[in-house]
């Protein structure tokens, strides 16, 4: 299987960017099985023009995977939870909060992870301001948006470095090996996961492509986000490899 996360077809953010269509369609000529791992369609910061540009030629490539019985999974995310029942009456795609996937003697969790995001779940109708004052700004510029939403970023960092639940040397360590640029509250809850008898944990939303080993040794993965260098996680029997996007053959 190929996971992804974050295409954000129809954000005029992510323009410079490999077409997606190419990605399925390598999936499909390599019998893979794709799962779009949250946030594959900004219905939140898009135009119904926008996105239907973006989805004619997906749509494609949807259905020829439909006919050699290949699956496609969606977990959906925070930019697109309320397409939930819009996607699975495509009856191409399979929609799922998460994924359990067993795949050779390991166990894999798939999520986008938007639950986890402290902001997100303390602070909703905040978040919901900021959204919406986000898909303002992309429409004066995209420029204005990236550099707003890296302060923000920044700022929201800090608070949880500052409250971090947690204490002592050991877990300053385990924070220290975070993805640089994403929140502490993402690999505390990555880890709780592993600590459920999952080998690898799969998450998208922070835009943070990397990987990191668990105290337990179970590990950790990020999509990131689908933009000018954009990465994929390869799970074949059991093994985990992030990838990125470039080094599919054309």
């Known amino acids: 299987m190929l996971v992804v996360s974050d295409v954000h077809l129809g954000n005029p953010l992510y323009r410079p960017r490999r077409p997606f269509v190419e990605f399925l369609r ?140 947690y204490k002592g040397s050991d877990d300053a360590t385990r924070l220290a090996q975070a993805i640089p640029g994403e929140r502490p509250a993402l690999l505390r809850s990555a880890q709780e996961i592993a600590e459920r008898g999952f080998d690898a944990v799969i998450f998208g939303h922070t835009h943070r492509p990397g990987q990191v080993e668990l105290p337990n040794g179970s590990w950790y993965y990020n999509t990131g986000v689908w933009e000018s260098n954009p990465y994929y996680a390869e799970i074949d029997h059991g093994h985990v490899t992030l990838r990125p996007v470039s080094s599919i053959a054309a």
């Open 26 to 165: 390598y999936a499909r000529e390599h019998d893979y099985p794709v799962c779009i791992n949250g946030d594959g369609i900004d219905i939140v910061q898009s135009s119904i023009a926008r996105l239907a540009r973006d989805l004619s030629g997906c749509n494609h490539e949807f259905a020829r995977f439909a006919t050699r019985g290949l699956p496609i999974y969606y977990t959906v995310g925070n930019h697109d939870i309320v397409l939930e029942q819009f996607l699975d009456d495509w009856g191409v795609i399979r929609v799922a909060p998460f994924l359990n996937v067993e795949s050779g003697d390991r166990r894999i969790r798939v999520e986008h992870s938007h639950i986890y995001d402290e902001m997100f779940v303390k602070y909703p109708k905040t978040y919901d301001v900021m959204t919406i004052l986000g898909s303002l700004m992309l429409r004066v510029s995209p420029k204005v948006f990236r550099a707003t939403s890296v302060f923000n970023t920044a700022l929201i960092a800090l608070g949880e470095w500052r409250h971090a639940s």
